[in-house]
């Protein structure tokens, strides 16, 4: 059972470049997520999805896109690299929406990215 | 304004000795309260999640308190230990939304 798993670990890109920040998660979890965490701040929601085929919106969404094809996979776009836009990523994924008790979420280990 | 303030921002102590986090939240509708640890170059993972209606809860060496009235949690960490090195973050669930606060950066020295 490896978990939530996140790859690059880092990345470095140059300003108006584009990737995708991929995430994938064994435990059949029907929510996922993505966040940023950047110094002094706490997690702020970027994108969620409560099962295939449905995402939505959070906190800070823009310039970056979600899809969710299967119940494993939640990969995030980054589709113009800005510089506002370094930061350290995490997805995480839980059995129920994100608010319900006793149902935590699980977080990968993050992406570290550098847009220069 | 849902936010989550955590107290204080860093804090030293020597191996063995206990220690308190604080944590102030204004959420409204409130739903639970939870803590993380964050190690270094890690995610965060869940200690504890309580209801309003819980006073404490304990994870081994680690006890959580609540008063939602005053809409105050606290984490007690008894008998440190240096892999208790970490950010502890607060968090407040709402209606559909969790409230992160920035988190208390702890330090175990031997």
């Known amino acids: 059972n490896a978990g939530v798993t996140q790859t690059p670990k880092f990345q470095v890109l140059k300003t108006g470049q584009s990737m995708t920040l991929q995430c994938a998660q064994d435990m059949n979890h029907e929510y996922m997520s993505w966040y940023r965490q950047d110094p002094g701040m706490g997690l702020r929601l970027i994108h969620y999805s409560v099962g295939a085929g449905i995402t939505d919106q959070g906190e800070v969404p823009n310039g970056y896109n979600v899809s969710r094809s299967t119940t494993e996979d939640f990969p995030l776009r980054l589709l113009s690299a800005a510089p506002s836009q370094t930061s350290v990523y995490f997805c995480a994924s839980s059995y129920r929406p994100l608010s319900s008790y006793n149902s935590p979420l699980h977080f990968g280990n993050g992406t570290r990215l550098t847009v220069t | 304004k849902n936010q989550v303030e955590q107290s204080p921002q860093s804090l030293i102590i020597l191996e063995g000795k206990n220690c308190t986090l604080q944590?102030?939240?204004?959420?409204?509708?409130?739903?639970?309260l939870r803590w993380y640890k964050q190690d270094t170059g890690r995610g965060p993972v869940s200690l504890t999640i309580?209801?309003?209606s819980q006073n404490t809860k304990s994870n081994g060496r680690y006890t959580a308190t609540l008063d939602a009235d005053t809409k105050q949690s606290s984490l007690h960490i008894t008998a440190s230990q240096l892999s208790d090195s970490a950010s502890y973050i607060c968090v407040a669930s709402g209606h559909y939304q969790l409230i992160w606060g920035a988190g208390t950066k702890l330090i175990i020295k031997p």
């Open positions: 944590c102030n939240y204004t959420v409204s509708p409130f739903s639970n």
């Open positions: 309580m209801t309003f």
